[in-house]
T-cell receptor, first 109, second 113 residues
Framework: AQSVTQLDSQVPVFEEAPVELRCNYSSSVSVYLFWYVQYPNQGLQLLLKYLSGSTLVESINGFEAEFNKSQTSFHLRKPSVHISDTAEYFCAVGGKLIFGQGTELSVKP | DAGITQSPRHKVTETGTPVTLRCHQTENHRYMYWYRQDPGHGLRLIHYSYGVKDTDKGEVSDGYSVSRSKTEDFLLTLESATSSQTSVYFC????????????FGPGTRLTVT
C-alpha cells in the first residue's frame, strides 16, 4: 500500500527566507509524485510533479522538488519565499492519489 | 482553468437527512473523484469513477454512495447525514490514472447539525 507523510504541519518563515517542506512516501510500485497547493478558500492546484527522468523538477513560480529514491523523499524547496506563497501544500503519490496531511506555510513580512 | 463546478457550495443540514452533492465537468475527462478534506487528515478519497456507471470505493466510503449516469456529472449522496460527515468535499477529474494531473473543483462546505 502507498502512504505519504508530511513531516511538518506548520512552517512559519519570514519573507525572502528559504523554505523546505518535507515529504516522505512509501510505495511498492513505480512512483508518481505530486505537490499540490491550496490557497485560502480555494481548491487544490498542481504545483509540480515527478513522473520519471530527471530527479529535480521545477515549478513556474520558483519551487523545486527532488525525488530521492534511496530516502523515499520528495521534499519541496524555494530559495526565497514571498507573502503570496502563504498557503497549504500537499504531497501526494499517484495512481489514485494518496495525500499527505498537508503543511501550512505561513510567510511573515 | 479546468471546467469543474460543484453545487451547492455551502450547505447546512440536520442529522439523518439525505444530502446530494453534484460535480459537473466540461472537459470530457474519463475519471472523476470525490474527496473529503478534514484538518490533520489532508484529502481522503471517498469514491471515484472510471467511466459512465463505473465506480469504485476509496479509503473512506462508508456512509456515502455515488452515481455517474453521464460523463459530465458525478453525484455524491449521503443517505443519512451524520455529524462526522461535516467536512469540505472536493471533486476532481483526470484524463487517466497514474501520471495524469487531477484538476480540482472549488469545494462544497457541508455542515451537519
Amino acid at each position: 500500500a502507498q502512504s505519504v507523510t508530511q513531516l511538518d504541519s506548520q512552517v512559519p518563515v519570514f519573507e525572502e527566507a528559504p523554505v523546505e517542506l518535507r515529504c516522505n512516501y512509501s510505495s511498492s510500485v513505480s512512483v508518481y509524485l505530486f505537490w499540490y497547493v491550496q490557497y485560502p478558500n480555494q481548491g487544490l492546484q498542481l504545483l509540480l510533479k515527478y513522473l520519471s527522468g530527471s530527479t529535480l523538477v521545477e515549478s513556474i513560480n520558483g519551487f523545486e522538488a527532488e525525488f530521492n529514491k534511496s530516502q523515499t523523499s520528495f521534499h519541496l524547496r524555494k530559495p526565497s519565499v514571498h507573502i503570496s506563497d502563504t498557503a497549504e501544500y500537499f504531497c501526494a503519490v499517484g495512481g489514485k492519489l494518496i495525500f499527505g496531511q498537508g503543511t501550512e506555510l505561513s510567510v511573515k513580512p | 482553468d479546468a471546467g469543474i463546478t460543484q453545487s451547492p457550495r455551502h450547505k447546512v443540514t440536520e442529522t439523518g437527512t439525505p444530502v446530494t452533492l453534484r460535480c459537473h465537468q466540461t472537459e470530457n475527462h474519463r475519471y472523476m473523484y470525490w474527496y473529503r478534506q478534514d484538518p490533520g487528515h489532508g484529502l481522503r478519497l471517498i469514491h471515484y469513477s472510471y467511466g459512465v456507471k463505473d465506480t469504485d470505493k476509496g479509503e473512506v466510503s462508508d456512509g456515502y454512495s455515488v452515481s455517474r449516469s453521464k460523463t459530465e456529472d458525478f453525484l455524491l449522496t449521503l443517505e443519512s447525514a451524520t455529524s462526522s460527515q461535516t467536512s469540505v468535499y472536493f471533486c476532481a477529474i483526470s484524463e487517466s490514472q497514474g501520471a495524469s494531473e487531477q484538476y480540482f473543483g472549488p469545494g462544497t462546505r457541508l455542515t451537519v447539525t
